[in-house]
């Protein structure tokens, strides 16, 4: 599962949520098989507000899985604060 912001950035940058569901692993077959992607929250504001030139500081993302319970959540993507345009940053969890 990945969870995406879009960041565009103007005067102000605003962020707005993507979720995209990819199949997850689990392995064997029978009633033990893990078919339900982690849910991944993210954290901070969402949509986040950030200023033409201010800091961008990644607040991330936490996930939960269903067999598996809290697992690692890792991030992609930069935000240049400095040029105005659109960013991405995308949480993964499998």
């Known amino acids: 599962m990945s969870v995406k912001h879009t960041?565009?950035?103007s005067k102000i940058l605003i962020f707005t949520l993507i979720i995209s569901l990819a199949g997850c692993g689990g392995g064997g077959g029978g009633e033990n098989k893990d078919t339900t992607a982690p849910v991944i929250t993210i954290s901070g504001e969402n949509p986040a507000n950030i200023l033409?030139?201010?800091a961008y500081n990644d607040a991330g993302a936490s996930a939960v899985?269903?067999?598996?319970?809290?697992?690692?959540?890792?991030s992609t993507g930069t935000v240049d604060t400095s040029v105005v345009?659109?960013?991405?940053?995308?949480?993964?969890a499998t």
């Open 7 to 9: 960041i565009n950035l």
């Open 52 to 54: 033409l030139n201010e």
């Open 65 to 74: 899985d269903d067999k598996d319970g809290n697992v690692t959540v890792s």
């Open 85 to 92: 345009g659109e960013y991405t940053i995308t949480y993964s």
